[in-house]
């Protein structure tokens, strides 16, 4: 499903990672550590095709299969909950969409609020609105950067569940707590 040999990222001068090695199959979850700086965000902007790499060879699904939660949730702040996600689905194509929103939304604590701003959220709830934002399309390879950021006890064990269940697809999740996926992990990739 995913390969990348010997995929490299540069800016300018910069070297933000070179000679990367990754294969991953459905049920694959790779688990990328390092500390700030180190390149995680950049390689998981460049799985997605967020990102063009400058060196090395890259295969990933198409767009339409890739589901990608990074730092911030990308959601629109001046929309509901409600609004949001009916604007992916209609950006994705997905059938059914009400009741796939619907879903999601309770499955993440969210309906109560589904008519309120997401600007009025706090980050946690926004972070809770990001996954159901990424889960909506039912993405076949996803990429998670830092996605216990912000999330209180109930919301990092609601995502641990999540994690669980996503890893028949392909799972690439960059944290600083890697103890809460090592788990779940087939690969692991150790950034200094």
Known sequence: MVTAHNLSKRFGAKRVFERVEVELGQGDVLLVTGPNGSGKTTLLRVLAGLAAPTGGELERPHRGAIGYLGHEPLVYRELTPLENLALFGRLYHVAEDR????????????????????AAF?????????????????????????????LDRDGAALLDRTLAELAERTLVVATHDPGRVEHLATQQLAFA
């Open 99 to 118: 009741e796939r929103i619907g879903m999601l939304l309770e499955r993440f604590g969210l309906w109560h609020v589904r008519h309120e701003r997401v």
């Open 122 to 150: 706090s980050r946690g709830m926004q972070q809770r609105l990001g996954l159901c934002r990424l889960l909506l399309h039912q993405p076949t390879f996803v990429l998670l950067d830092e996605p216990f950021n912000a």
